[in-house]
C-alpha cells in the first residue's frame, strides 16, 4: 500500500461487561481507499466501528488517524479530527429538521467549511428539497443521504458506514454508492463500510476485510475481488 | 361584568405565571438530562436571598433580581461539575444526592440566617378595575413568564447552542460521535435550570416572607407542571401550565384555595393515567 496512510487500527480489543467482542482487530486504510468489512452477524462489525468513534472503549491495542493516537480520545475529538460516523440504523435526530440535522455537524465540527453544506446538498439534492421536513418523517433511503451529508457537513478525511444498504431500496443503494465514489475522487476521503449485500461490495469497494469472532480471519485484495466467490464464500462461512 | 372577566382573567395570568416560573428550571434539566433535581426550591430560595439582601444593600429591585438569577446559575453550574454530572447514568442516585443538597442547605440556612427575614415589600402599587383591586406587579410577573416561554423558544429553536442541545436531548451518543461537547451542554443547561429557578425566586422575592425552607412554596406547583409537561420544556411546560391553570383558577374560583391545590394534584394523576410521557410525548407522538 503505498498511498498515505488514514487509518491504521493493530490489535484492538473491546468487551461489553465482562465478555470479550473484538480480539485483535487488524485493519489499515490508505487515503482515498473504499474498504468494506464483511463477516456474518454477530462477529463484532458493529462494535468494531463504535470503537473507532470511541463510543466503545477499547480494553487494549491501537487506532491511529493520520499517524495520531486516538484511542483513547471522546468522540467527539474524533469527529473533530476528522472522522465522520454513520451508525447501524442511520439514527438521524427525528425531531428535527433536515437542515437542523445537518447544522448540528457544522456546529460541532472544528474545522467545518461553509462550502460543505452546499456540497451535501449536490451530492444528494433530496435533502435539499426537504431541508425544512423533519428527519422523523423521512423515508429510509433519504435518512441514510441524511446520515450520510450529516457527517459530511464535519468536513471528515474518513467515514465509518455501518450497513448503509439495509433496508433501503436497490435504486437509492445505486444512488448512494455513486455518490460515496464521488465523495472519495473529488475529495480525497476515505471510506470503511460494513457491508452484507453482495451488490453493493463488488459495486464499490476496492479491498475488503472479512471478521469473524472479533478478529479480521482474512483480507480480500483487489484481484480477488474481481470474482465474486471469495466474497461470497466469506459472507456464507 | 367586564370587571368580573378581567378579575378571572387576572386569577388565570396570576396562576399560569406561578407555575411556569417555578417549573421551567426543573423542566430543562429534567429535559436535557433526565435528572430529577430535588435541590430545585433551594435555587429558588438561592434567587429569593440573594434579591433581599442587594436591595437591603440600596441596590435597584431589577438589577437585584438579575443578580439572583445569575448566582443560582453559578451555584447550579457548581454543583454540576462537581457533583451531578457523576450521576448522569443513575437517575435515582441523583434524586438522592440532590435531595441530599436540599436538606443541607436547608438546614444551613436556618443555622446561618435564622428563621425569618423581613421581606422587601412589593412594588408599583395596585390599579382599580370596577370595585376590585389588582397589584400591578402581577401582570409583570405574568409578563415575565410570557418572557421566559418566548426566551426559551428562541434559544432552543434559534441558536446554535439550542440546535446542539436539542440534538444531545434526542441522541446523545450520535450528537457525541458529530463532534458536540455534550458534557458542556449540560453543564449550561444545568446552569440555564439553575438560572431559571433562581429568577423564578428573585420575581417572587418582594411578594413575600423570607425564611429559609420557602423554596417549599414552589415544589408542588413546579413538579406538578413538569410531570403533565412531559420532558419537552417548548411542548410541554406551556400547555401544561395553561391546562393546570384553568383548573386550578376555576376550582380557586368557585370552591376556594385548598380545592384549587386539590384539583391541581388530581389533574395530574388523570394527566398521567391518560398520558404516561406527559403532554409533550403525547404531542410529539401525533407528530410522527
Ligand atoms: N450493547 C451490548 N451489550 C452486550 N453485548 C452486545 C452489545 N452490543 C452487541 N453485543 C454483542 O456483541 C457481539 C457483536 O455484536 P455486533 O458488533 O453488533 O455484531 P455485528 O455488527 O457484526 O452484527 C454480539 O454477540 C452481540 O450480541
Ligand atoms: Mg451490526
Redesign the pocket.
Known sequence: MSAEPVLDVVGLHAA??S?P?LRGIDMHLGKGEIVSLI????????????CLIGLVRATAGHIRLRGQAITHLPPADRARLGIGYIP?GRQVFPRMTVEENLRVSQLAGGKSDPQMMERVFAYFPILKERRRQSAGTLSGGEQQQLAIGRAMVGNPLLLLL??PSEGIQPSIVRMICEALKSIRDQLGVTILF?EQNLDTIMEISERCYV?DK?TIVAEIGRQELHTSEAVRRHLLI | MFAEIFSILYQFADVFAFLILAAAGLAIIFGMMGIINMAHGEFITCGIYVTVICVQQGMPLPLAQAIGALSAGLVGIALERTIIRHLYHRPLDSILATWGISLMVTQGMLLLLGSSWRGIGTPLGSFQVGDYTFSTYRLVLFGAAIGVLAGLYLVFMRTGYGIMARATMQNAEMAQALGVRTQHMYAASFGMGAALAGLCGALYAPTMTLIPTMGITFIIESFVTVVVGGANVLLGTAPAGILLAVVRTALNAWYGQIAGQIGLLIAVIVVIRLLPEGVSGWLSRRER
Open positions: 461489553y461487561g465478555t467482542v463477516g456474518r452477524n454477530g462477529v463484532g462489525k458493529t462494535t468494531t466501528m463504535r447501524q455501518d450497513e460494513v471478521a472479533g
